[in-house]
């Protein structure tokens, strides 16, 4: 194992939403991470005053040289990128820079600065509509939209480098992320917010009127959109364990599902927000929205066997539990 005094993480979009969990799961567990984030979505109050912060661009390599060699950086954890699948429908340029091109420019520091481990943050969208359900890893990646597209062939870039030059990577395809950390020390802060869970505990506070529902003809048990929500401590853990693997085994590259294999249908997930704040948030059924699927339900068996992951926060009702406290707390923050 390397020596965690001496090597850091360096972790882009650390002032994100999943990212800030990532640090906490890091320090935790005794790593010492560095940010770099443009905040463009993330916020600096997100990433504790005891990790190094550079505000920065990671496509701007003499910078990304300084950082690797200033901090001496033994491994990336990637989360930078735009995450929003309908804003990749209208705007596909912007996810195609953010989510490729940028990558690649990251990649490039990689290999030219002599980083060896990478982690990345790819995505179930990658799948599209998948042949099975749940999803494997070895299902054929189809994505229907610009930002599941993005996405992967990023990932075809880090099986290419890994296979050219000195570096092993580690691709996780999150599922649905949602809820905050248990502790309150970090959660999901972004204005205008599009994704359910967090759009409903909205609702549920008074910050918005109601909660679309886009589509109830869809190809699933009562016709709204089905999905896999994950909590992000679990999925930041996971982070952690794909560090651990990817030093100990430095030939092994791996891509890896991170859900729970379970999956919540639209009206189940704001049947768990009522039921959580006792009351009913106003529902507006609308049509379907750009870009999405049915349904996406991972088959996690593989990240499960392979990394000893154990979820602990696996329960729809304590994932919006801990959305809400975090929304709570938000107030009028961001
Ligand atoms: N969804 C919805 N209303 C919203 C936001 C999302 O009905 O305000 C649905 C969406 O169509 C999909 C599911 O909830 O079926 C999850 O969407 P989200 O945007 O949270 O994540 P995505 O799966 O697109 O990454």
């Not at 005053?49 to 661009?57: I, K, L």
């Not at 209208?90 to 420019?105: C, F, G, I, Q, V």
């Not at 917010?193 to 109830?216: C, D, M, P, Q, Y």
Request: aromatic fraction near 8%; charged fraction near 20%; proline fraction near 5%.
């Amino acid at each position: 194992m390397a020596d965690k005094g001496t090597f850091r993480i360096l972790v882009t979009g650390g002032a994100g939403y999943i990212g800030s969990h990532a640090i906490l799961a890091l320090k935790d567990a005794g790593w010492r991470p560095v940010v770099i984030d443009n905040l463009t979505t993330g916020f600096r109050w997100a990433v504790p005053g005891d990790v190094p912060f550079v505000e920065g661009d990671i496509e701007d390599a003499p910078l990304l040289a300084k950082i690797i060699a200033d901090h001496d950086i033994g491994a990336i954890m990637h989360f930078a990128g735009s995450i929003i699948v309908p804003e990749s429908v209208e705007n596909p340029l912007k996810y195609y820079h953010n989510n490729t091109a940028k990558s690649r420019a990251l990649i490039e520091a990689a290999v030219t600065n002599g980083v060896k481990h990478f982690i990345f943050s790819s995505t179930a969208a990658t799948y599209g509509v998948p042949e099975e359900s749940p999803v494997r890893e070895d299902t054929p990646t189809l994505p229907i939209n610009p930002y599941g597209r993005s996405k992967l062939m990023t990932e075809y870039m880090l099986r290419d480098t890994a296979a050219a030059h000195d570096l092993n990577y580690c691709a996780l395809r999150y599922f649905n992320v949602a809820g905050a950390d248990p502790q309150g020390r970090s959660g999901q802060s972004t204005a205008g917010a599009t994704h359910l869970i967090k759009v409903a505990v909205e609702a549920a506070l008074g910050k918005r009127e109601s909660v679309a529902i886009f589509g109830t003809d869809y190809d699933t048990p009562d016709g709204t959109g089905v999905r896999d929500y994950i909590h992000v401590n679990d999925l930041a853990a996971a982070h952690v364990k794909a560090l651990e693997a990817l030093i100990a085994a430095p030939q092994v590259c791996h891509t890896l599902n991170c859900g729970y294999g379970k999956g919540f249908s639209v009206l189940q997930v704001l049947d768990a927000v009522d039921r959580v704040t006792n009351q009913k948030i106003v529902r507006d059924v609308q049509g379907r929205r750009a870009g999405d699927p049915d349904s996406l339900i991972s088959d996690n068996a593989a990240i499960l066997e392979r990394f000893g992951w154990l979820p602990q926060y696996d329960d729809l009702d304590l994932i919006v539990r801990h959305a809400l406290a975090w929304e709570r707390k938000l107030g009028d923050r961001t």
